[in-house]
């Protein structure tokens, strides 16, 4: 939570608390105590809201998906070609295919 933001709901706070009774001393004595009750709820009702805001959890971070940098894949020039096979003796037995790459 930032500084600022912390002094705001520290004042607030402070404010939701000394309301009701800088309220309640400015009336005249009386047997009806339904004023004091009412700014008392309001204080208190006040008071709940500041704090579940100041409670909220921080949102999770931004996550930014990139996307994978293009890979061509380039094959080798390779191709099939008969080769011949030599028997122990060193002369030629045949042939056989064989893969050739460049």
């Known amino acids: 939570m930032s500084r600022v933001l912390a002094r705001f709901v520290g004042a607030l706070a ?3 608390v000394s309301a009701p009774l800088v309220a309640g001393s400015a009336t005249q004595a009386s047997a009806d ?9 309001f204080g208190g009702a006040l008071g709940v ?4 805001a ?6 999770p971070p931004v ?12 094959e080798p020039a390779c ?3 008969r080769r011949p ?11 056989r295919r064989v893969r050739v790459c460049d």
């Not at 105590?33 to 709820?41: I, T």
Request: charged residues 15%.
């Open 14 to 16: 402070a404010l939701s």
């Open 54 to 59: 100041a409670a909220r959890p921080v949102p």
């Open 79 to 81: 191709h099939m070609e």
């Open 49 to 52: 809201m500041v704090g579940a």
């Open 63 to 74: 996550v930014v998906y990139e996307r994978p940098a293009r890979v061509e894949y380039v």
């Open 33 to 41: 105590a339904g004023s004091a009750v009412a700014a008392g709820l």
């Open 85 to 95: 096979v030599f028997d122990e003796a060193g002369y030629p037995a045949g042939s």
